[in-house]
Each structure stands twice: as structure tokens, then as C-alpha cells.
């Protein structure tokens, strides 16, 4: 979320909302967000929020153009699929045109559209972002961490895996719906990551940077008779990796353990797996993202050698 002061004499504003986006007005979205971007130094929109941009209509999801004249000069996107919790929305406002009400009138269309049920991101929790929040009656909700630690000279202990288990790269086709009932399964208490759909999966495995040999799977039996003994394997964890290339950064993307199998040491085995192949292809630092109240996994990441680096704020309205 990104704000701007109230709004100055200057061309028409109008403001449409779709189901779908054209490709034009998609790549006119993407350029508008590398544009904030470069000026604020990380993503406006998350990475879901960006693939939800192509492909058509999605359930739930609806896309704000905030435009003066002819030129787009704001976006918010709408996501109202999470049967509990309120809609949950993200908007930005081109840096060249801030300062003109944008942003309150982007907050003001999401507060009317979800019917004053609204939780909204803001990334990096700028200054400007928590002031267009106290403006439209929302309060802090959620602190989400983006922690680092160097790669270089990674010194940590063999990892241990719980009997019967052995780990695995994931296999495009043939372990996704595995991989979709176990992340279901751990993330449960997680409404964005536990509701991954497999078009969801498949927007992933689209993009440039998915390296099936970063996806690192824990099996348990692998038809051997051993593990639980009754001969199948099953997923009971995972971890995968990401490279941003162009940041030459490593992301511990999605860690997860099946609840069955939790305590037992894996997810610190398969953390430090992770760690060490993002360690090999030659990236100088890694990156996580946690929820601040997280503090098991807080505590386990930071004995880690992982440090906070950044914090992404959730506004919500009063409940």
C-alpha cells in the first residue's frame, strides 16, 4: 500500500473495477508497479497479487483503475476468497502522481466494494502508508518480517532426518496434488498459503525462476516397508527454494511440515537442505518471510543466523 495527501485540481479522475484484465491494461498494471517500485525500493502488489493479473477471471478477485485523463495513475487489487476473514486488498499509486488524493480514493472504493470488511497490505510500512490507514479508519492487524542472513561460509550441522524419512526434488505433474494436500495441511491456520489451488501451483511452475531441483520433498516410506510400514509414501513435508536472479538473493519460499510429523527435528533438517543448495548455486545472502507472532518459528530462524530486514504491515478495519 502506498498513499498520497488529498486530492488537488487537476484532470478528471475516473475509477472502473473489472473482473479481468485486457493484456494492454495488464501490462499498463506491470509498468505502473515497476514504476513504484523503483522509487520505494520493493513491490507494491505481492507476488500473488501480480500473477493474478494474467490468465482471466479468478473467483473473489477484482481489479481497481484508478485513471486522470487517459493515464493509469493507480491500481488496487481486491481479494475476497477467504470464507472467514474480510476481503483482503493492496493498492498504488504512481510515484509521479502522489499528492492528488489517489490514494484515499483507491482505499475509499476497496472500504465501499467490501462493505467496510477490509484488511490491506502495506508493504515495507512506509510512513505514508500507516497515515493513508489512520485516514480510513483502519487499525494494525498484522506484522509480517522479512528476515536475511549471509550465505557465505554457511557452517551448519548435517541435517537429521526422522526415521522412515528421506528427502527428495519435486516432480512437475506427477507430485503436485501430494504437494497441494500436505501444504493444505500445515498451512490450515495460513489463509494464503494453506488455500493454493493447483492453478496456483501451475502460475508458480510457469514462471522463469521455478527450478523443480530447489524443491526439496520429505518423504516418509517410499514402498520400502519401512518409515510407517505399511509399504506407501506420502509428503509430510517440504521446502522450497527460490533465486531471484536479479537480486541475487535465495528465499526460503515455503517451508512446511504435515501436522502428524511436526516436533520431530524435520523442519529444521529441511531448512538447513534448503540453505545449503541456495549456499551452492553461489548466492551471497538468504531470505525468509514470518509472521512476527510466530515466535516458535521466529526464535528457530533466528538461532538460524537470520536477522529482520524489512516489515510488511496489515491494516484491517474494526471487527
Known amino acids: 500500500m502506498t498513499s498520497d495527501d488529498f486530492a488537488r485540481p487537476g484532470r478528471p479522475r475516473s475509477l472502473q473495477t473489472y473482473a479481468a484484465l485486457s493484456p494492454g491494461q495488464t501490462e499498463a498494471v506491470l509498468a505502473l508497479l515497476a514504476e513504484a517500485a523503483r522509487a520505494d525500493g520493493q513491490q507494491a502488489v505481492s507476488e500473488q497479487g501480480r500473477l493474478q493479473l494474467r490468465g482471466g477471471e479468478r473467483e473473489g478477485v477484482s481489479h481497481l483503475l484508478l485513471s486522470a485523463g487517459d493515464e493509469l495513475v493507480g491500481y488496487a487489487q481486491l481479494e475476497d476468497t477467504d470464507p472467514v476473514e474480510p476481503p483482503a486488498a493492496e493498492l498504488v499509486v504512481h510515484p509521479s502522481h502522489?499528492?492528488?488524493?489517489?490514494?484515499?480514493?483507491?482505499?475509499?472504493?476497496?472500504?465501499?466494494?467490501?462493505?467496510?470488511?477490509?484488511?490491506?497490505?502495506?508493504?515495507?510500512?512506509?510512513?505514508?502508508?500507516?497515515?493513508?490507514?489512520?485516514?480510513?479508519?483502519?487499525?494494525?492487524?498484522?506484522?509480517?518480517?522479512?528476515?536475511?542472513?549471509?550465505?557465505?561460509?554457511?557452517?551448519?550441522?548435517?541435517?537429521?532426518?526422522?526415521?522412515?524419512?528421506?528427502?527428495?526434488?519435486?516432480?512437475?505433474?506427477?507430485?503436485?496434488?501430494?504437494?497441494?494436500?500436505?501444504?493444505?495441511?500445515?498451512?490450515?491456520?495460513?489463509?494464503?498459503?494453506?488455500?493454493?489451488?493447483?492453478?496456483?501451483?501451475?502460475?508458480?511452475?510457469?514462471?522463469?525462476?521455478?527450478?523443480?531441483?530447489?524443491?526439496?520433498?520429505?518423504?516418509?516410506?517410499?514402498?520400502?516397508?519401512?518409515?510407517?510400514?505399511?509399504?506407501?509414501?506420502?509428503?509430510?513435508?517440504?521446502?522450497?527454494?527460490?533465486?531471484?536472479?536479479?537480486?541475487?538473493?535465495?528465499?526460503?519460499?515455503v517451508l512446511g511440515v504435515s501436522p502428524d510429523a511436526q516436533g520431530g527435528g524435520l523442519g529444521r533438517s529441511l531448512t538447513t537442505i534448503g540453505l545449503r543448495h541456495l549456499a551452492g548455486r553461489g548466492l551471497p545472502t538468504a531470505m525468509l518471510y514470518v509472521d512476527a507472532d510466530n515466535k516458535a518459528a521466529v526464535s528457530v530462524y533466528e538461532r538460524l543466523g537470520f536477522v529482520t530486514h524489512e516489515t510488511d504491515l496489515m491494516y484491517r478495519t474494526e471487527t
Open 98 to 253: 502522489r499528492g492528488n488524493g489517489h490514494g484515499r480514493a483507491l482505499g475509499s472504493a476497496l472500504l465501499a466494494a467490501s462493505g467496510k470488511r477490509l484488511r490491506v497490505w502495506a508493504h515495507g510500512g512506509h510512513s505514508a502508508a500507516r497515515h493513508l490507514a489512520q485516514v480510513l479508519g483502519l487499525t494494525l492487524f498484522r506484522e509480517l518480517r522479512q528476515m536475511r542472513r549471509p550465505l557465505a561460509g554457511l557452517d551448519l550441522p548435517d541435517p537429521v532426518l526422522p526415521q522412515g524419512v528421506r528427502v527428495r526434488t519435486f516432480v512437475p505433474g506427477r507430485d503436485d496434488a501430494a504437494w497441494l494436500a500436505v501444504n493444505a495441511a500445515a498451512f490450515a491456520h495460513h489463509p494464503e498459503q494453506g488455500s493454493l489451488t493447483q492453478r496456483d501451483l501451475d502460475d508458480r511452475k510457469a514462471e522463469p525462476w521455478f527450478d523443480p531441483e530447489g524443491f526439496f520433498l520429505a518423504e516418509r516410506g517410499h514402498g520400502d516397508r519401512g518409515g510407517d510400514g505399511d509399504g506407501e509414501s506420502r509428503l509430510v513435508g517440504f521446502h522450497w527454494t527460490k533465486v531471484h536472479e536479479a537480486e541475487q538473493l535465495g528465499e526460503v519460499y
